[in-house]
T-cell receptor, first 110, second 116 residues
Framework: EDQVTQSPEALRLQEGESSSLNCSYT??????LFWYRQDPGKGPEFLFT???AGEEKEKERLKATLTKKESFLHITAPKPEDSATYLC???????????FGAGTTVTVRA | GAVVSQHPSRVICKSGTSVKIECRSL??????MFWYRQFPKQSLMLMAT?????????EQGVEKDKFLINHASLTLSTLTVTSAHPEDSSFYIC????????????FGPGTRLTVT
């Protein structure tokens, strides 16, 4: 069974204070690892898909990296608008469904 | 692009009644849609996979007779919660997989169901 573990559960940052979120996974054959952002009371918003170890993707202040066992989401110089819950999910063949981690709730104070 | 809508966004119903939630892909065709539920401060739990023109595949522990799923077209899937009870109160979210693709799932904004 696919397992996805995210840490920490919550992260409080000062504006401009860079940090990283961790997503550890156990899956039989990874098709893709996904990062989503979710604001309270809303559906998840797609951020990145990573397919193979060593791959990196960036979007504004966010950078996602992938190894064979884990993924990191780096937040560089965060702003209050980066406050959200960040969800990690894995997809394994033959199916297309996603298995989600519990998420990391990030709060950025001005 | 890749917008998914849900209707209604919030619904309150009485115990014992049925509620239908719609999930639409607005600017793309989706052969596969997924239904999740999310409890407060918890992650998304997959309920079922909905394939256009065929029966839905339910996850273990999800009652298929209670959560009826219909995927009648490439842009619409519906979830009907039958004989709702207070324990069915939750945030229900759908997602859609781009036809011919296997990558990103695009999520709807969610439906808050409250059963009184």
């Amino acid at each position: 069974e696919d397992q996805v573990t995210q840490s920490p559960e919550a992260l409080r940052l000062q504006e401009g204070e860079s940090s990283s979120l961790n997503c550890s996974y156990t899956v039989s054959g990874l098709r893709g690892l996904f990062w989503y952002r979710q604001d309270p009371g809303k559906g998840p918003e797609f951020l990145f898909t990573l397919y193979s170890a060593g791959e990196e993707k960036e979007k504004e202040r966010l950078k996602a990296t992938l190894t064979k066992k884990e993924s990191f989401l780096h937040i560089t110089a965060p702003k209050p608008e980066d406050s959200a819950t960040y969800l990690c999910a894995v997809q394994a063949p033959p199916e297309y469904k996603l298995s989600f981690g519990a998420g990391t709730t990030v709060t950025v104070r001005a | 692009g890749a917008v998914v809508s849900q209707h209604p966004s919030r619904v309150i119903c009485k115990s014992g009644t049925s509620v239908k939630i719609e999930c639409r892909s607005l600017d793309f065709q989706a052969t596969t849609m997924f239904w999740y539920r999310q409890f407060p401060k918890q992650s998304l739990m997959l309920m079922a996979t909905s394939n256009e023109g065929s029966k839905a595949t339910y996850e273990q522990g999800v009652e298929k007779d209670k959560f009826l799923i219909n995927h009648a077209s490439l842009t619409l899937s519906t979830l009907t919660v039958t004989s709702a009870h207070p324990e069915d109160s939750s945030f229900y979210i759908c997602s859609a997989l781009l036809a011919g693709g296997f990558d990103e799932q695009y999520f709807g904004p969610g439906t808050r169901l409250t059963v009184t």
